[in-house]
């Protein structure tokens, strides 16, 4: 693997098509070329749960859920994120590279990533005309914070926890949350 120095400079054309010969996964942020980091079993668990869930939910629909390794061109020439997981029922979503219209994202959090998720990418995923729902799972305890556009344009917030039920209204899919979190183990000092 090649060191790359702390700051890497491109513009958009040379940014995708250079990361289509990395291994690594990296975003890009007006013209910052910026690392993903590694994640936790945990991390990976519940990404892994929810993908095969929400697959197996959408399959005899017109909807495509891609995990991880499938950007998201949050404003064309600018900005490109890897969420967890992703959702497009758009039939004009069709870049081999990347999702344009998601009507569903989810951020599995973690301490290197939960402000950012939170902030500078949850305002710049509220611009998508098409995103409906940004969920953001805790990986550290079971907890789960949904945000939904209303009919006015506003994000809501509603909470869940282990024993309830999740409807994303976005795709018409209930989950239990426990089985988001199925395989996780939890430290037994959480709060």
């Not at 891609?66 to 870049?95: H, L, M, N």
Request: with cysteine.
């Amino acid at each position: 693997m090649v060191a790359l120095p702390d700051r890497l400079l491109m513009s958009a054309a040379e940014y995708l098509e250079w990361e289509l010969t990395q291994e690594d996964r990296y975003e890009y942020w007006d013209g910052e070329v910026v690392a993903m980091s590694g994640g936790t079993r945990n991390h990976n668990r519940i990404s892994l749960n929810f993908s095969k869930i929400l697959d197996d939910a959408l399959l005899n629909r017109a909807c495509d859920v891609y995990i991880a390794d499938v950007k998201v061109q949050v404003e064309p020439g600018r900005k490109y994120f890897y969420p967890d997981v992703v959702v497009t029922c758009d039939q004009s979503d069709d870049d081999a590279q990347l999702v344009q219209f998601p009507c569903l994202i989810i951020e599995v959090l973690s301490p290197s990533t939960e402000a950012i998720d939170r902030g500078a990418k949850f305002a710049r995923y509220r611009q998508f005309l098409s995103l409906q729902e940004y969920v953001l799972v805790q990986a550290d305890r079971p907890k789960v914070e949904v945000f939904r556009r209303n009919d006015q344009n506003q994000w809501v917030l509603s909470e869940y926890d282990l024993e309830d039920l999740l409807l994303l209204e976005s795709i018409g899919v209930e989950i239990a949350i426990a089985d988001l979190y199925r395989q996780v183990q939890f430290e037994t000092n959480i709060d």
